[in-house]
């Protein structure tokens, strides 16, 4: 009788037991539902196992295809890139209330995996945290102090076009490809600031540099490291992977020779240029006391490697864009000489001239609008939780700020997939400025060398079309002009010539 009731008794217990697993259970589910409810994330395509949403990404030219789905999706919404979770921020009102209204949530670096593995946390482009605020801090208030986009800046420029202009002359009005002259000439302006003097351009480390830089910034844009990027450990055996890291390793021995170089002749009374003022800094501190410093060598290295990366190929690339699309719309090309010649006449152009230029203003920003040459921005990362626009993003999210989408925003621009400088131009033939053009970005990672740029950018393409009138190779129409888009993280024109004929 007694087992009988121990039986019963363990029955009970069991079916209590369970009862109370299934209530639990329950529970856990609907508090999961609620709080998901809560905490609507941003739609998006549904994701296979692994490989996420890989299959639908042109893996050549991904802006593309996130631009694609933002029509779909919305201007906040989310793919995964493998296992990565990634909100994609797509038109303009949605990308500058996150960059500037959310500023410090938006604020972080996200660094992939081919940017940890070159530059280690260094630096100022790929990195996070007091380091990055100290050196970013420094790197702005010194390029200021060297006259970064003021007249200091003009005269180098202005310098470095006498030296174009000769190179381009050397042509002889025969086809040859832009991309060489204009890397060099944009390299030297940064590198003017950061070791204090120009290169010659026949100078073998300058070439060198110039010719590793351009080609990393190339790969690191390629498929195949964008497949390393989602899958680390699968693909770090790739070739452009090797060659990338075997480009940094050789770019940072150049360095560390120019900086030797830098020291040897260091005069603590005579600041020559950006590393000239960091190596006083850090003797300051090291003569202060100063341990754990963020001014050392590592730090050094990689920061002038990425202001002399960032510097000239962003400036080159869209110079490349204004000749190619001078020379695909001459009537546009021919206005602007003809402002030009009525403004400034034979004499040089200088910055004071812009705003007597609104034609020619407007040129090189529609240009920079329609090339579109850093269509994903660089990677951010949110900083912590965040509801935006009703939707829930977690601490350590990667976010792509969709750039194309501001500078092809249909909302913004009466014609955005076409070239028309009235887009800066009002009735009057007034330059006006737009709020949605964002090539630089904005908020906490706005690229810092943007005075800079675009000083450089007007004084350059003066200074060309008033000495050159620039054409497509014989037997090549304006119409024939190649304008596509080829790859890369920061996207030039396809391969092309052009000839460049004297105007004297």
Request: charged content about 20%; hydrophobic content about 40%; some cysteine.
């Amino acid at each position: 009788m007694g087992l009988f009731w121990d039986f019963t008794f363990f029955i009970l217990s069991s079916s209590t037991l369970g009862a109370a697993a299934l209530l639990l259970v329950l529970y856990l589910v609907s508090v999961i539902l609620i709080s998901k409810e809560k905490r609507k994330e941003p739609p998006g395509p549904r994701p296979l196992p692994l490989l996420g949403n890989l299959l639908q990404f042109d893996l050549k030219r991904p802006y593309k295809t996130l631009y694609t789905l933002s029509r779909k999706y919305g201007s906040v919404f989310t793919v995964h890139f493998g296992s990565s979770k990634v909100v994609v921020l797509a038109g303009y009102q949605t990308v500058r209330e996150a960059l500037v209204n959310y500023a410090e949530e938006f604020g972080e670096r996200n660094i992939s995996p081919i940017f940890y593995d070159v530059n280690r946390g260094h630096g100022i482009l790929f990195a996070n945290g007091a380091s990055w605020k100290e050196l970013r801090r420094f790197a702005l208030t010194t390029l200021k102090e060297f006259g970064m986009g003021k007249k200091h800046s003009q005269d180098k420029i202005l310098e470095e076009c006498g030296y174009l202009i000769q190179m381009i002359e050397a042509h002889k009005g025969e086809p040859f490809d832009t991309a060489l002259p204009m890397n060099y000439a944009t390299a030297n302006i940064i590198s003017s600031i950061v070791y204090g003097g120009r290169f010659d351009y026949d100078d073998p480390i300058f070439k060198n540099m110039l010719k590793r830089a351009n080609q990393t910034i190339y790969l690191t844009g390629s498929a195949s490291v964008q497949l390393y990027n989602m899958f680390p450990r699968l693909f770090r055996w790739i070739k452009n992977r090797r060659v990338v890291l075997k480009n940094v390793e050789m770019t940072v021995r150049d360095v560390k020779h120019l900086i030797k170089h830098l020291k040897d002749t260091l005069d603590p009374d005579m600041c020559q240029g950006f590393v000239d003022c960091f190596l006083i800094w850090k003797q300051k501190e090291v003569q202060s006391g100063v341990t754990d410093t963020h001014y050392n060598e590592e730090n050094l290295i990689f920061t002038v490697a990425n202001l002399f990366a960032a510097g000239t190929d962003t400036t080159a690339v869209t110079m490349r864009w204004c000749l190619l699309l001078m020379a695909k719309y001459p009537h546009i090309q021919e206005q602007v000489h003809k402002e030009l010649k009525q403004v400034v006449g034979s004499r040089q152009v200088c910055a004071d001239d812009r705003k007597s230029l609104p034609y020619t203003d407007a040129v090189i920003h529609e240009t920079q609008r329609l090339a579109d040459i850093v269509p994903m921005s660089l990677p951010h990362q949110t900083s912590c939780d965040i509801t935006f626009r009703g939707f829930f993003i977690r601490k350590g999210t990667i976010v792509f700020p969709l750039l194309t989408s501001v500078l092809y925003d249909e909302s913004e621009w009466e014609s955005p997939h076409t070239f028309n400088p009235s887009h800066f131009l009002n009735k009057e033939g007034k330059f006006v400025r737009k709020d949605a053009f964002m090539p630089f970005s904005a908020g906490r990672r706005m690229c810092l060398g943007e005075s800079l740029a675009k000083m450089e950018l007007f004084l350059f393409f003066t200074s060309l079309i008033q000495r050159f009138r620039f054409t497509p190779p014989p037997g090549i129409t304006e119409d024939e002009l190649d304008v596509t888009p080829a790859e890369g993280l920061i996207i030039p024109p396809s391969p092309h010539m052009l000839c460049a004929v004297s105007r004297q």
